[in-house]
């Protein structure tokens, strides 16, 4: 078959796996009828976890490095609830995936401040030193005694991809914890739908272009079953008010840290600003 043959047969293969989308009832007989999800959740075992405390001072940790992560944190761990309500989990696997959720960037306190605020694309090295974030927040993991194994999923696997070339274990398909998949989902969905210096608003249309992208991203980033429920989410409505609500006031917080910082001599917060209004 020609190359011509293969790229028309894989765009007819996809508008039909997006038409199929549409078709909800279809797919979630499809999806119900998968492998036990909730199931695969319940196998890793529950082991100490961080305490209240320890939970509060690690974000207010990440929180300080960097303010626009506070927004984030509660917009991404309120879509992980929901999106694990959907799968049928219980309350108690539902609390320990938010957890990780919470602390899913915990590594990128080991990540120095200027790669995190670069102005601009990162060199080879700085790309495989953020890369690294995963095991970092694992280690922080272990060093304060966590062994839950759904946390430690979560903070070590949400950039694993479903064919293998996601890191930092280069995991595939169903080696990937659930959670971890369903996360990454949640993850990329905000990432793509929160308000940045150069996208002052969002709503429907933010929405859709996310979730085209996370269609098109099912059996190479994702995984079909929690596309479909965080797809079932959106499209009801039921994540607006977290989109909406929880993304007022995120630009405002960047523009104090970037004053506060020019008061100080520093000027990370405000390049990046500046930068990214020019060029994202």
């Given at each position: 078959m020609s190359d011509a043959s293969v790229s028309k047969s894989r765009v007819a293969d996809r508008a039909a796996y997006n038409a199929e989308f549409e078709n909800t009832t279809a797919l979630r007989a499809r999806v119900q009828s998968s492998s036990g999800l909730a199931s695969q959740a319940e196998a890793l075992p529950a082991g100490p976890r961080l305490s209240r405390e320890s939970l509060q001072r690690a974000l207010a940790e990440v929180e300080r490095r960097d303010a626009t992560t506070v927004a984030h944190t509660?917009?991404?761990?309120?879509?992980?609830?929901?999106?694990?309500?959907?799968?049928g989990m219980d309350h108690a696997l539902i609390e320990?995936?938010?957890?990780?959720a919470a602390l899913h960037d915990l590594g990128k306190l080991d990540v120095p401040l200027d790669i995190l605020r670069k102005p601009g694309k990162l060199t080879k090295e700085e790309f495989a030193l953020m890369r690294e974030h995963p095991i970092f927040g694992?280690?922080?993991?272990?060093?304060?005694?966590?062994?839950?194994e759904l946390i430690i999923a979560v903070v070590r696997h949400h950039h694993e991809r479903i064919d293998g070339s996601g890191y930092p274990d280069g995991l595939a398909g169903?080696?990937?914890?659930?959670?971890?998949?369903?996360?990454?989902?949640?993850?990329?969905?905000?990432?793509l739908t929160s308000v940045r210096p150069y996208r002052p608003e969002v709503g429907e249309e933010a929405s859709e272009r996310a979730l085209a992208i996370l269609r098109d991203g099912v059996g190479t980033q994702f995984c079909?079953?929690?596309?479909?429920?965080?797809?079932?989410?959106?499209?009801?409505?039921?994540l607006s008010w977290v989109m909406q609500f929880f993304n007022r006031g995120e630009r405002e917080i960047r523009l104090a840290i970037a004053e506060l910082e020019r008061e100080h001599g520093l000027t990370g917060a405000a390049e990046r600003l500046e930068w990214e209004s020019q060029h994202e």
């Open positions: 509660w917009r991404v761990v309120l879509y992980t609830r929901a999106l694990c309500e959907a799968a320990r995936a938010c957890e990780g694992h280690a922080r993991l272990a060093a304060d005694g966590v062994k839950d169903e080696e990937i914890p659930t959670v971890a998949r369903y996360f990454s989902v949640a993850d990329c969905f905000d990432a079909e079953e929690s596309v479909f429920h965080f797809h079932e989410l959106v499209r009801t409505g039921e």
